[in-house]
Nanobody, 118 residues
């Protein structure tokens, strides 16, 4: 499975962005997908995840109610809609896929930078 993350950018606090994670590979729709982020000098942490069938989702506490993860099987793409962005959301965002859980990744995308200005 190969993953391509996109959609990052510079936005003012309170703004919105939608990240996309496009997957290639014949069995990519059978993988659980998670979004993770890493700020400078900090560890990479879990942000949101979605099960392979799209029926189960999870979010880290700081983004609940602001971020929404979804997937489009026809397009082999997982989205992360980010609303009401805060400066503390500034990080490089990565998507990852795994057969067992969305809390870790066996396959990783290249990352997309999100910068939120105050």
């Amino acid at each position: 499975v190969q993953l391509q993350a996109s959609g990052g950018g510079l936005v003012q606090a309170g703004g919105s962005l939608r990240l996309s994670c496009a997957a290639s590979g014949r069995t990519s729709s059978t993988y659980h997908v998670g979004w993770f982020r890493q700020a400078p000098g900090k560890e990479r942490t879990f942000v949101a995840g979605i099960s392979s069938d799209g029926q189960s989702t999870a979010y880290t506490g700081s983004v609940g109610g602001r971020f929404t993860i979804s997937r489009d099987h026809a397009k082999n793409t997982v989205y992360l809609q980010m609303n009401t962005l805060k400066p503390e959301d500034t990080a490089t965002y990565y998507c990852a896929a795994d057969r067992s859980t969305f809390y870790r990744g066996s396959y990783w995308g290249q990352g997309t930078q999100v910068t939120v200005s105050s």
